[in-house]
């Protein structure tokens, strides 16, 4: 197995060694014009290369996670910092699903995602970091014993959801609720399994709940029993137990690192 914890990290497609303009490397470089897609509507010109890194990036993802299930994928914000609750709470949980077997997923960045390789760490179980390069803010953490790198934000995105056994979302921006959102709506559509999507954080989370019951709910955009496809709960502890409880009923008692399965 191909460590990716020391040295210059492996990008999906290309080198993300130190001093290589456009890219990040493990210091995390904020200009990283490479980091920035979609700059002007169509173009046809690079969709060769193109095409070839995405490919790229898609087998490095399945060929280095292959054998970390069960995981549980844990976002949230970056600009969560240490002795925050939800920091701390995203350590709890963390390393309380990693002492049960479980490994840890996140976008290997700082903030949320920092508490929840942390946690995973101090668990002892595997702590992924799926890091993504941006033009800002996206800075490796360092409690990852798995750190992968990506351009597009779709590869990382299936890495996510297809070793997934569960989703927590912690408090965040775009980022999180693009996470969120993606998750309800390929369960909705039934082009994914069910599984735990729990938020964490009542008085954040509630305003926007009162939205989908008011607003989506009300205008019959959604439909009831989609707000049946997440939970929200303030207890790290009542988090981790529906997790194993939906494993247990789902697999057996004990996470078996050997199982593997479709999304």
Known sequence: MLSLFDGAPPVCGRRGGKGEKGTMNNKGDRSAPKGQEFLKPGGTDTNGAW????????SHGFEN??????????????????GHPYYESTVQIA??????GFSIISG????????ANRGGVEGGAESVGLNIDLPHEQIANQYQTRRLFFRHFFARKVMFVKYATAY??????????????????????????????ILVGSPFWDGLMEWFRETLLGFGTISA???????????????????????????GEIPAKSRAREF
């Not at 054998?67 to 976002?75: G, H, N, R, W, Y």
């Not at 390393?95 to 049960?100: F, G, I, M, S, V």
């Not at 290997?108 to 508490?115: H, K, R």
């Open 65 to 82: 996670l292959a054998d970390i299930e069960p995981a549980v994928s844990i976002f949230g914000s970056a600009r969560i910092g240490p």
């Open 108 to 115: 290997g960045g700082p903030g949320i995602m920092e508490a």
């Open 225 to 251: 029993e989609d707000l049946a496809l997440f939970r929200v709960r303030d207890d790290p502890a009542e988090v981790v137990r529906e997790i194993l409880d939906f494993y247990r009923e789902e697999f």
């Open 51 to 58: 095409n070839d890194e995405i490919l790229a990036e898609f």
């Open 95 to 100: 390393r309380h699903l990693a002492e049960d």
């Open 168 to 197: 927590v979302v912690m408090p965040g921006g775009f980022g999180t609720l693009d996470e969120l959102v993606e998750a309800l709506t390929l369960q909705q559509t039934g082009k994914s399994r069910r599984f735990p999507t």
